[in-house]
Antibody
C-alpha cells in the first residue's frame, strides 16, 4: 500500500523558514516523480512544485520560485520542501503527491496523496 | 498560465439523482485533465484522468468526458458518500493548475 506521511509544519513568523518532509513507503520511490500541492484554509488546491524521478527536472509555481527548494533523497525514500522567506499567503496545508505512473516523463496526475502538514505564517 | 474555471460553484442533489459538473480551461489542454474528490478533513483523491479514464477502484457511476477546453464529470446516481468537493486539474502545461471546485451537498 502506498503511504505518504508529511511532517515539519508549524507556526512561523513572516520571513522565517521551515523544512517539510514527506516519507514514502509501499512503492519504489526512486521510480516516481513527486509534487507538493497546498491548500489554504477553506480554499482550493494550488500546485507548488515538481521534481522528476531522477531529480534532474524541477518546476515551481512562480510565487514560490527563489524562496522554496524541492529535493529528494532516494536512500531515505523522502521528499523535502525547504521554504524560506515565508509570507502570510504561504499559510496552507501542504500535501506531497505521487504521480500516477513511473518515469521522469510521466504526466503530472496526482494518484496518491499524504494527509498533509499545516504551515501557518503569522506574527 | 492556464486558468481553470468550474461551474456551478455548488449544487444540491438528492441520492439517486444524476448530476453534471463542468470544467473549462482558458486554452486547450487536449485531454490532459484530471478530476479529484475531496471530503472534509481529508486529502483529495483521484477520480478521473486523461479526461475520461477512471482511476483504480472508482465506481462506474463516475464518468468524465470532453477535450480541448470543455470538460464534464457526471455522477449517474448520487450516493451518500459522493457528497464532497470536486476539483479539475490540467496537466498539459506548467504551472499545473486546478479549478476552484464544485461543492456537492445534500438537498
Amino acid at each position: 500500500e502506498v503511504q505518504l506521511v508529511e511532517s515539519g509544519g508549524g507556526l512561523v513568523q513572516p520571513g522565517g523558514s521551515l523544512r517539510l518532509s514527506c516519507s514514502a513507503s509501499g512503492f519504489t520511490f526512486r521510480s516516481y516523480s513527486m509534487n507538493w500541492v497546498r491548500q489554504a484554509p477553506g480554499k482550493g488546491l494550488e500546485w507548488v512544485s515538481f521534481i522528476s524521478s531522477s531529480g534532474a527536472t524541477i518546476q515551481y509555481l512562480d510565487s514560490v520560485e527563489g524562496r522554496f527548494t524541492i529535493s529528494r533523497d532516494t536512500a531515505k525514500n523522502s521528499l523535502f520542501l525547504q521554504m524560506d522567506s515565508l509570507r502570510d499567503e504561504d499559510t496552507a496545508v501542504y500535501y506531497c503527491a505521487r504521480q500516477l505512473r513511473e518515469g521522469s516523463g510521466s504526466s503530472a496526475i496526482f494518484a496518491s496523496w499524504g494527509q498533509g502538514t499545516l504551515v501557518t505564517v503569522s506574527s | 498560465e492556464i486558468v481553470m474555471t468550474q461551474s456551478p460553484a455548488s449544487l444540491s442533489g438528492s441520492p439517486g439523482e444524476r448530476v453534471t459538473l463542468s470544467c473549462r480551461a482558458s486554452q486547450s489542454v487536449t485531454d490532459n485533465l484530471a478530476w479529484y474528490q475531496q471530503k472534509p478533513g481529508q486529502a483529495p483523491s483521484l477520480l478521473v484522468y486523461g479526461a475520461s479514464a477512471r482511476a483504480t477502484g472508482i465506481p462506474a457511476r463516475f464518468s468524465g468526458s470532453g477535450s480541448g477546453t470543455e470538460f464534464t464529470l457526471t455522477i449517474s446516481s448520487l450516493q451518500s458518500e459522493d457528497f464532497a468537493v470536486y476539483f479539475c486539474q490540467q496537466y498539459n502545461n506548467w504551472p499545473l493548475t486546478f479549478g476552484p471546485g464544485t461543492k456537492v451537498d445534500i438537498k
